[in-house]
């Protein structure tokens, strides 16, 4: 969307593809006296390209709506308005300033029928089609066009027949949207589809069919539609004075009607049939069939038609070179008339001829061509109906000649290329050239596939040689495939400007058609790089799946992006084995809802900061993919968005190939600066050498829990990643090891691309206290280059006093509980039995494991699936029968478990209310857990569906909620205890949490049910 229209905005390609603009210049006719009325959601009346030619607009004072507005829905507005955008947008293209309206001249009323959302009742439509008859109940007021850009699909309905009858009746041409249910048969429709209307189809910029556009025959086997015209990404006025691209045959149809203002703008009383009748006959055939259900008679040409009955005169003669007399094709004849305003322009035929068709007024008609004197016919008279011949005869400027060589700046051989004097026709292709030009000032560029273009600024004088030699750096030869057009998406344009400002040279593939154009592997093989731009689509869900995995398959470099790739392609709604196979990469969610990354630390886009909203780009990024590295051996994270999650991978480690995935659209990064690194760095690690040398170093886990006295195994992998290189025998070494500590071996030789495992056995001593640790620094070194190495950091250490269980789903709440445990001093150690988002498989803590902890904390979160699965809960059963300890918080533990023998015998649950939804948690008086406590006000990151509780006999109450219902439980019984939190702990105020923390792992430690008796008397003052 575009709200900064410039002052002399250039017209827009629909309105030049209907020739409007010659309408305009040419005859001097733009709609002056033409009345056209909208049917729509209504219009922005203050719309700058709207507002001057509004029936109901005084400059000099209040608008006068009555009888220029009507609202028929349920709104009742009293001047016209827009809550939708479709009438301001569907009215801009018939009358519209600035460039994107057909008719500029003609002045409009409008009647909303339509509501906000865009729909309409059939009483609506039925009163707004009487109101055009006679708008504020004045006949003389009708419209002498209505625009009808709405339908329905239902091409039988005669619903509005009746009403299209009396608009005929009354001389009002009515034009209507043949519907978007295209490409099939008999899609047309209603109204469209009534013999009493004009039904107007959508084209696009390459004068086809748009594949949405409804197609005929009608139900009563008339050919529909009748004309087609520009339907795919026209621009034109959105509320707020706003401007933006839309696509449909409602885009469509205006063109259409624009061209009736013009037509009625020459004869007021052109009667229905013949206005049909010069539409049609004066059209553009799209087919060698005419007419067709796909196109009807063509593509609306406004030239022709207006020409067909406004009687211009015409200008014509051949355009020749003086001395030889041959013809001049491809010259430019313009008529400029006396007047100041208005002319027309054309060009030449191969045989140098020309036709102008002007108002009758007298024109200076001038010719030109590159290389040539323009010559000037002045005074010429045109009259109506009547041909005026003025050929032209021009002298060649004087020239010299530009000449040179074309090499590879890497070994000097020659190079075929083609050599371009820009603006201007001269080109031409070999490895040495010599062109001929006018003395002046040029500026040449030579490229070839597989180098850098060259460009170069020279000075031709006339009679002399001027010599410019081009040496071109080699680059890889580049295909870019655009998978936009097909759904009239494309987005090409932004990787065309990164291209060209690195002077990449390039070819293109166009998937316009599906099947016919989806690439296939052979159509990729030749090229070292593919760059593929997906803006809403997926290779895979175009079916060029196989194309990919081949191209792949045998070494080739690739650069995919696409918002939606991993959507349609990695599980989403579909699903590609090239995703994962050969991307390497899971997709995580559809909507990362982030837009803003940051390039990984070390890698291919180090220190790059990326926006992919807003201006400057396409701004067109809905829905960008979160992924996650599937392969880790052979992809890794390049690009994360902020906040969290990966934006893009590169993929290659040891591998034949080379592949970098960018989850969102490339086209959505909004400086063309970034946009140029982006694609530098991307290109520049694609075809890099393969590395000779490099150490990878991994670690299974980096800290390891054990007994004292027990052997702890850490096991790490080696692997060689010099690809091209030779064999690295890597040597291994420890620092830092305050406990008996073993390697398996003090080196390695490895091959490229393979790895070894390398064991490091640390033995605890008996008399390590609680949580202590002991932390080495292992390093992995090359043989084959002195600063290569790598280290791993492993620590050692007993259990803690305290396991965190970190067992919650979707909103992850983990930092708070360690915050707590932190703030209350109390060491711990975290297990986490999956995270809260992305997919994983649940690994509950076993029974060994919680054995070696004297207390557990156990949290859910908002885990309303799964929170504590029967097996759990056996295994925390078992842990409690040896003497364990449990602080449990879960908001829907109840919902699947309360009445079973651990809620009743080990957290003291008697009954309970579901879903009591507490917003403050009390402490009760002369409990040790939560005395002094509270009240703490509970605000929750998630739905708040905790539960009250009825505690079991020999349970105390540890919290209540502000009905002082009990929303907390503690119970001791043979030598275990538990804390049951039917809330989320983490719903407590952070300054609160330490010490609710603190107080409960107090009462479930030894000392939580010590006691103090004096064993004498106190003594009392004399």
Known sequence: MDNQPTNHPPTQWNIARVRADQVWNALHISGTGAVV???????????????????????????????NWYDATDGGALYPVDGHGHGSHTLGAIVGQEGIGVAPGARWIAVKVLNNQGYGYDSWIHQGFQWLLAPGGDPAKAPDVVNCSWG????YLTTFQPDLQALRTAGIFAVFANGNAGPGEGTVGSPASLPEAFAVGASDFDDEVASFSSRGPSPWGEIRPHVVAPGVNVRSALPGGAYGLLSGTSTATPHVAGVVALLRAVSPTLSITHTAY?????????????????????????FA????????????????????????????????????????????????AYLLA????????????????????????????TTTVADFSLTALPTGTLRGHVTDAAIGTPVTATVTVLGTPVETTASQYAVALPEGDYTVRARSLGYRFVTATVHITAGQVTTANFALTPAPTILLVDSGPWYYGSQIGYFRQALDELAYVYEEHSVKHIPDDVPTAADLSPYDVVVWSAPWDAPGYIGAQDAITGYLSTGGRLLLSGQDVGYLDGGGLGYASYYQDYLKVRMVRDNAESWALEGTPGDIFAGLTITITGPGGADNQEYPDEVAVADPDAAAPVLAYQGDGCGGVRVGTCLDYRAIYLSFGFEGINDADTRRETMGRALEWLVSPLPTVGIELTPISQTLIGLPGSVVTHTLRVRHLGQAGVTDTVSLTLDGASWASQLSAPSLSLAPCTSATVVLSVTIPLTAAWDARDTVTLTARSSLSATLAQTAVLTTKAPAPVLLVDDDRWYEQKEKYQAALT?????????????????????????????????????????????????????????????GRLFLSSQDYLYYHYGGVFS????????????????????????????????????????????????????????REQERRPIALAREEDGHKAAFFAFPFETLPEVARPMVMERVIGWLSWLGGSTCAADRPPSVPP
């Open 904 to 959: 009743h015998d080990y957290l003291g649950v008697l009954t309970y209310t579901e879903g009591v939804t507490p917003t403050i948690a009390w402490g009760v008086p002369e409990n040790p857990l939560s005395e002094h406590l509270g009240p703490y006000p509970l605000v929750y990151p998630f739905r708040n569906w905790s539960d009250a509780l009825v505690p079991a006999p020999g349970t105390e109450v540890a919290f």
């Open 152 to 155: 329905n699909d239902n091409g």
């Open 305 to 352: 038609a207006v020409a067909a009955i406004a009687h211009p005169g015409f200008v014509s003669g051949i355009v020749t070179r003086a001395g030889d007399g041959m013809p001049i094709a491809g010259a430019q004849v313009a008529a400029a008339s006396h007047g100041g305003e208005g002319g027309g322009t054309t060009t030449t035929e191969e045989d140098g």
């Open 358 to 385: 002007l108002a009758p007024t007298v024109y200076d008609v001038t010719a030109s061509a590159f290389g040539y004197e323009p010559a000037t016919a002045w005074g010429i008279m045109v009259t109506t109906d």
């Open 278 to 302: 010069v539409l049609t006959s004066t059209a553009v055939p799209l087919t060698i069939t005419v007419p067709n259900n796909d196109s009807g008679w063509g593509r609306v040409d406004g």
């Open 823 to 883: 703030g209350a001093a109390l060491p711990f150690d975290l297990w986490q039995t999956c995270p809260a988002t992305g997919s994983c498989q649940d690994e509950s803590p076993p029974l060994e494991v919680l054995q070696r902890y004297p207390i557990v904390v156990w949290f859910t979160g908002y885990d309303w699936y799964a929170p504590v699965t029967d097996e759990e809960e056996a295994t925390l059963a078992e842990y409690l029968d040896g003497g």
């Open 37 to 67: 009325a909208g049917m729509d959601t209504g219009v922005d009346w203050l719309h700058p390209a709207l507002q001057a030619n509004y029936r109901g607009y005084n400059p000099h004072g209040p608008a006068n709506h009555v009888g």
